[in-house]
T-cell receptor, first 114, second 111 residues
Framework: DTEVTQTPKHLVMGMTNKKSLKCEQH?????MYWYKQKAKKPPELMFV???????INESVPSRFSPECPNSSLLNLHLHALQPEDSALYLC?????????????FGAGTRLSVL | GESVGLHLPTLSVQEGDNSIINCAYS??????FIWYKQESGKGPQFIID?????DKRQGQRVTVLLNKTVKHLSLQIAATQPGDSAVYFC??????????FGAGTTVTVRA
């Protein structure tokens, strides 16, 4: 089983709202990732968690706040987003954060900011 | 900066024919390469990977070729089917462990 589950599948929010994206995997992977993908573009790395600790923040604005409650779960808290933040947000996981480990992606949450 | 890129943004192929999707990379320190398929409305799906100590790897109907001399990666799909219509991304791991994605090639299969 190589499944990464993301909820919700779609989200519409206003610029003053607070919402959260959720990601879950039960493969025993110790690395989890958030990516942002705009239409017709490749995924862009946002955050990397390794063993439940934030390893990489790719200079993401503070209106995006990641959280890793345990080794199976990854959240992305959203607050005061801008319309340009509308995109597909992808979660991925891999055995560990190291070269050569396959990253498995979820189906994504399609976010629209009004 | 150094990055992974694809030669062609789109590829149209007749059903039943073989497809070849190309990718050029410039980071000579990259030692791991991976191909993903992304269908409309879905996340990227792992297809096949290859390490820099290999020059060819085969999967089910797919073959990845790596030419380190010219820094070129390709994905060959045999007997292309309608279900192969998707965007294909190559990606590389350099020594920082991050996956660097190419721009993607949209493959359309004609019936």
């Amino acid at each position: 089983d190589t499944e990464v589950t993301q909820t919700p599948k779609h989200l519409v929010m206003g610029m003053t709202n607070k919402k959260s994206l959720k990601c879950e995997q039960h493969m025993g992977h110790r690395a989890m990732y958030w990516y942002k993908q705009k239409a017709k573009k490749p995924p862009e790395l946002m955050f990397v968690y390794s063993y439940e600790k934030l390893s990489i923040n790719e200079s993401v604005p503070s209106r995006f706040s990641p959280e890793c409650p345990n080794s199976s779960l990854l959240n992305l808290h959203l607050h005061a987003l801008q319309p340009e933040d509308s995109a597909l947000y992808l979660c991925a996981s891999s055995q560990e954060y190291r070269g050569g480990d396959i990253q498995y992606f979820g189906a994504g949450t399609r976010l629209s900011v009004l | 900066g150094e990055s992974v890129g694809l030669h062609l943004p789109t590829l149209s192929v007749q059903e039943g024919d073989n497809s070849i999707i190309n990718c050029a990379y410039s980071n000579s320190a990259s030692d791991y390469f991976i191909w993903y398929k992304q269908e409309s409305g879905k996340g990227p799906q792992f297809i096949i990977d290859i390490r820099s100590n290999m020059d060819k790897r085969q999967g089910q109907r797919v073959t990845v070729l790596l030419n380190k001399t010219v820094k070129h990666l390709s994905l060959q799909i045999a007997a292309t089917q309608p279900g192969d219509s998707a965007v294909y991304f190559c990606a590389e791991n350099a020594n920082d462990y991050k996956l660097s994605f190419g721009a993607g090639t949209t493959v359309t299969v004609r019936a």
